[in-house]
């Protein structure tokens, strides 16, 4: 196959006029437990490179690995949230492969009896109708380390004058939940793996189990795309695309892979199987290498390690910490609240959503929470180029500030004033309005005096409002608010213009 053949895209109507689409998402997801899979070294993400590191997870001759019971119990709560069996008595393996990475030159993980199997997620998709994903397994390994290639244009191995080696994230622990073909979505096939990636992504936050941060890499999706012909019966070869680090690329990443295949097998020519790269500029894909099958890891059980064996009485435990399904909460809370579809989509969108729902739960109201989210720190995330969830500042801060502005101690200007010194780590609302003299002005007497004098200086404005122009005091009420450092309260301001004018 030339580059050029590989290079060019066939229109995605002709793709669906010739082949069906076949899925396979494995995605990777990186527990947060205060200690590795199997040693106890810190899992503190972004710290100095190889300051985390122990002869356990470096592969030092006489280390023996000790299993992280957090770790399995996270793993059990995922299989059960997924709808899995629980594997009762379960080894692990030694997936034996050599990259500068792996520092063993063995990866342990789980092979032929995961922790958990043949379970089943259900998604909803844009227009709301809902798609069940076949889940084949979730097992237990621990990550990789991390190359780092300088010198080259890319920043991958090709091009590049040396790699360091970072071997922090070894031995960090992973699950790896693997579907089955996902078949049968056609036109929607990118939307559905979306869809499956953003519910998982919910699930396991709901679950407190991970960060799942795409951005940090706590959560990694690698998406096997295939075509095969219209009608036919067996799967095509399929391509891996490694570590999608965005739900919307996700997407992007399954259309371009069902368009480039399509092209591919349109001019005669065979798909390698192969890994993949993403390339986010562009939204394309780049070759990666050959992929290899099971045998090519010469699997075999974990000599250092007893079998996992999780009784009955425990899984029944875990099962019953399991929260409410993140996608159950928001209908619930939809109802509750009042707000339409497109609403609740918005909120989750943006990300703004359980701080909406924690910033009720300290007492405010929710269409003053929703409206302190998403439109006023939301810009402040957009300035800041930050998280919204990222934004120093917490939902029981801005609870306070509503209270605050409801209790007439603030108008909404100077409670911007007050959020806007509570990002900038000046302390809590109370502090901050005390501290800077930022309570409302309420005394009349000292209201009319501000009213009277910019009356005094804007003479015409006074006649235009005493001729029935009352839009023309908010000349007069902007002066106050001026004067006042904007602490005054603009509608009692605009009472007293329209009094004194009368």
């Not at 889940?135 to 390994?141: N, P």
């Not at 090519?296 to 974990?302: A, I, L, M």
């Not at 009277?452 to 023309?472: Q, T, Y």
């Amino acid at each position: 196959m030339t580059a050029a053949v590989s290079a060019d895209l066939l229109d995605y109507d002709a793709v669906l006029a010739k082949f069906e689409p076949v899925l396979g998402m494995e995605v990777h997801v990186e527990l947060h437990t205060a200690t590795k899979m199997f040693c106890g070294c810190p899992t503190t993400f972004g710290a100095e490179p190889n300051t985390q590191v122990c002869p356990v997870c470096l592969g030092l001759p006489g280390a023996l690995p000790v299993v992280n019971q957090t770790a399995v119990e996270s793993a059990v709560r995922i299989g059960l949230a997924l709808n899995c069996s629980i594997t009762p008595w379960g080894r692990f393996a030694r997936k034996n492969y050599f990259y500068p990475d792996q520092p063993k030159n063995y990866q342990i993980s789980q092979y032929d009896e995961p922790i958990a199997q043949n379970g089943h997620l259900d998604v909803v998709l844009d227009d709301g109708t809902t798609w069940r994903v076949e889940i084949e397994r979730a097992h237990m390994e621990e990550d990789t380390g991390k190359s780092l290639h300088v010198g080259g244009a890319t920043g991958r191995i090709h091009g590049a004058s040396h790699s360091l080696l970072d071997y922090n994230r070894a031995g960090v622990p992973l699950i790896e939940i693997v579907t089955k073909p996902i078949t049968g979505a056609g036109a929607r096939a990118p939307e559905v793996a979306r869809a499956y990636v953003t519910a998982l992504r919910d699930l396991l936050k709901a679950l407190d189990v991970s960060d799942v941060r795409m951005d940090q890499g706590s959560l990694r999706c690698d998406a096997n795309v295939s075509l095969m012909p219209i009608g036919a019966k067996e799967f095509g070869t399929r391509t891996e695309t490694k570590n999608v680090n965005s739900l919307k690329s996700v997407e992007t990443a399954v259309r371009y892979e069902m368009r480039r295949q399509a092209a591919v097998l349109t001019r005669g020519h065979e798909v390698v199987q192969e890994t993949r790269h993403f390339q986010e500029a562009d939204g394309t894909t780049s070759p990666g290498r050959r992929k290899e099958t099971a045998e090519d890891y010469r699997y075999f059980p974990e000599p250092d390690l007893e079998p996992v064996a999780p009784s009955a009485e425990w899984v029944e435990q875990l099962r019953a910490t399991l929260p409410e399904l993140p996608w159950l909460r928001r209908a619930r809370i939809q109802q509750e609240w009042g707000v339409s579809d497109e609403v609740m989509r918005d909120l989750v969108n943006a990300g703004a959503l359980d701080l909406v729902i924690a910033t009720t739960e300290a007492g405010a109201p929710a269409d003053a929470a929703r409206s302190w989210w998403v439109s006023y720190l939301a810009q402040q995330a957009n300035a800041r180029g930050v998280e919204l969830a990222d934004l120093p500042i917490t939902p029981a801060q801005v609870a306070k500030v509503v209270e605050l502005v409801e209790g007439g101690k603030l108008n909404n200007k100077v409670a911007r004033q007050v959020v806007d010194f509570v990002l900038d780590g000046e302390g809590e609302p109370e502090q901050i309005v005390e501290a800077r003299g930022l309570v409302v002005e309420r005394d009349d007497t000292k209201l009319q005096a501000a009213v009277d004098e910019a009356l005094a200086a804007n003479p015409d404005i006074v006649e235009k409002i005493r001729g029935g122009k009352v839009a023309a005091a908010g000349k007069i009420v902007g002066d106050v608010m001026k004067a006042t450092r904007g602490q005054a309260d603009p509608a009692r301001v605009k009472e007293l213009v329209l009094a004194a004018c009368s």
